[in-house]
């Protein structure tokens, strides 16, 4: 008899343990290939950790170096609280910038360009509607770059319930047009971020106004551009860096406003 009991429990444990393995292996980061017109892109994917009938995914938009180890440990997270997430590759294979300097031109182009950066990122968030999340249960958050990129999504009128942008630029030509923004905004804004001007930071909110947006605007003391990654080091002083504090609160009230937009 006890030998029974014995190999029930070794059997249930075995299980468990199988079980356990499974759900890992299917929450890992795994490279996409996808394309816009002949330029190959590489993003990433990291299915939900847990299973929901309602599928919510979150397009990311890295910063403007592209896709770092930040923007995966960001993924890893929100896979864990129950989201399909997808790493959008913006510059494409044989575009990828080396060094910061290079960075600023890639993404100087799509800031400029903006109806292209509209267009890449409308082309990541059906690779992540393909890869399985609800086409009506979607947020988009950016960070720096992406951050940008997340609120030109919103002008541009992409499919999602709401857009997270973190220590990025808010400003477009004041030569554009303001149309309605139906989708809902949250910006997480470091106090001493200096490059974000003041007058950037007005004309944003103004926009915000006409454009009849429900919109929200959080402040972080004591921080600066990239406040949220670790790989910025600790010295204010050089406009960019992390804020342990800063980046915590800031993923709280992504998930706040994560709860409130999506249905899980």
């Known amino acids: 008899m006890l030998k029974i009991e014995e190999i029930m429990k070794n059997s ?78 913006i510059y494409g294979e044989g575009n990828y910038p080396k060094n910061t300097g290079e960075a600023g031109k890639q993404a100087g182009f799509y800031k400029t360009n903006y109806e292209a950066y509209q267009k890449r990122i409308d082309i990541a968030l059906h690779e992540l509607i393909k890869l399985g999340a609800n086409a009506d249960n979607i947020v988009a958050i950016g960070y720096c770059f992406g951050g940008t990129g997340v609120l030109e999504a919103a ?18 030509d004041a030569s554009r047009k303001t149309d309605a923004i139906n989708t809902k905004v949250l910006i997480c804004h470091g106090a001493d971020d200096p490059f974000v001007s003041k007058d950037e930071i007005a004309s944003f909110q103004q926009e915000m106004r006409d454009s009849k947006a429900d919109w929200q605007m959080i402040y972080y003391a004591n921080s600066v551009h990239s406040f949220t990654n670790p790989e910025a080091g600790n010295d204010n002083s050089k406009g960019a860096a992390y804020n342990a504090v800063a980046a915590k609160r800031s993923f709280d009230h992504l998930q706040l406003f994560l709860n409130e937009v999506l249905k899980k």
């Open 12 to 89: 249930i444990v075995i299980l468990f343990s199988a079980i356990l393995f499974s759900n890992l292996m299917n929450a890992q980061l795994k490279p996409v290939k996808y394309t816009e017109g002949s330029q190959q892109l590489n993003g990433l994917f990291i299915k939900s950790a847990k299973k929901s009938s309602q599928n919510p995914g979150i397009l990311l938009l890295p910063a403007w170096l592209g896709i770092d180890t930040a923007s995966k440990g960001i993924a890893e997270e929100l896979s864990k609280l129950g989201y399909h997430v997808f790493i959008a590759d």
């Open 155 to 172: 002008r541009g009128d992409l499919k999602l319930k709401g857009v997270a942008s973190f220590h990025g630029g808010l400003g477009k």
